[in-house]
């Protein structure tokens, strides 16, 4: 991503771009979830949860070989690099997920979409005009309608890990995102949408990434970088407020209505996705894993571990794997699992560990924390995390800000 006066301290560069800019309102978007991994009556199919995690594990990886292209160093260790470059697969279109849906105007005159907001990818990508039958039941985005829309001459192809693909012709135009514009925003205009990213089974019309250039297949700014880059927010920042009801993306600063008391900076140890340095990972009051690295990802359900320190962590309170890395549990017996990440402890809310009912019995549930094979000692911070702590992201001198969720008003 471009340099955006990384030399001067956060609070300076805040109080700098508040006397420049003119002060528009912070504006927000409601976001809806629609999950796949649930059933009505809250069961939860183990599978469901594999496919899940080897999903996540495969668009992590693939950025992960876009970052080596793009900047000629690895982001993670060699062996998930070229792992990355041999599998060409994405997990954006994973059936077994569950998803943040907002909308976003596309164009001039402005069209609103639906899009799915994910923080684990950087691209934004939509259905175009000649996109075919799959692309039934999504609105169309037609950029020879727009009279701002400009072709780049460039192809772009995505390929997922169950076969299906998006292709299209890369494009620039006018985005609006809460209010905020972003002129010449690059965009792909999908004219292949597989079965994978039919209405049935992927409910936005097109996803929106809201990581670094850096892991762009397009060799591009997400739109939010767009906006920073361009002056179009007050404060280089959003926010993500994911529950139960109300949630919403926030864009251009925080909704102070959320939150009181200060925030704990944690900063952002490689600018390609928001990822952190962890403290402490700890159940039940024994600590099992410390000083890791982590990613804040709102695509990912649940929390992701190497297998090894997942299997650690249930070893403390008895809990049975179920295969692949996923552990159940008496469903009246939830664990106190606390996250520390830049010394302020996070813990999980019951409710958002207990991931589901397994079985016939009904008295048992499965554990939101996950182990993984694919991604080394990487740990992901998905729902599971981010329903318990709504951190905002900073993107000037990049920063989590932490608040958790008992804090809230």
Known sequence: MRALSA??????????????????????????????????????????????????????????????????????????TKRAAASGSD????????????????????????????????????????????????????????????????????????????????????????????????????????????????????????????????????IFQTLVSQGAVPEPVFAFKLASSGSELYVGGVNSALYRGPFTYVPVTQQGYWQVTGDAIGINGKEIVNAFSAIVDTGTTLILGDTSYVRQLYAVINATEVGGGVYSLPCDAMPNVTITLGGKSIPLSADSFNFGKYGSSGNTCLGGIAGSDGL?????????????????LMSETPKLVLRTLHELR
Not at 29 to 37: E, G, M, N, V
Not at 110 to 122: E, L, M, Q, R, Y
Not at 148 to 159: C, D, M, R, S
Not at 382 to 389: P, S
Request: aromatic share 8%; proline share 5%; net charge negative.
């Open 91 to 222: 997990s954006l279109v994973d059936d077994s997920n569950e998803r943040w849906y907002g909308t976003i105007e596309v164009g001039t005159p402005p069209h609103t979409f639906t899009i799915d907001c994910d923080t684990g990818s950087t691209d934004f990508f939509l259905p175009g005009p000649n996109c075919g039958d799959a692309c039934s039941g999504h609105e169309i985005y037609n950029p020879n309608i727009s009279s701002t829309a400009e072709p780049l001459g460039k192809n772009f192809v995505l390929e997922y890990n169950d076969g299906s693909m998006a292709a299209g012709d890369l494009y620039t135009d006018t985005v609006l995102l809460a209010g905020f514009k972003a002129s010449a925003q690059t965009l792909g205009v999908a004219s292949l949408y597989s079965y994978g990213l039919s209405s049935e089974n992927f409910g936005a019309d097109g996803l929106m990434g809201m990581a670094f250039e850096s892991v762009s297949e397009y060799g591009a700014n997400s």
């Open 7 to 80: 030399s001067v301290s956060l609070i300076t560069a805040l109080q700098a771009l508040a006397i420049i800019l003119p002060q528009p309102q912070h504006l927000s978007i409601p976001l809806t979830k629609r999950s796949t991994l649930r059933t009505v009556d809250g069961h939860v199919d183990p599978a469901s949860i594999r496919a899940h995690v080897s999903s996540t594990e495969t668009k992590l990886r693939r950025g992960a070989a876009a970052f080596q292209r793009n900047t000629g160093t690895a982001l993670f260790s060699s062996s998930l």
């Open 376 to 392: 080394g000692d990487l740990w992901i911070l998905g729902d599971v995390f981010l329903e318990t702590c709504t951190p905002p």
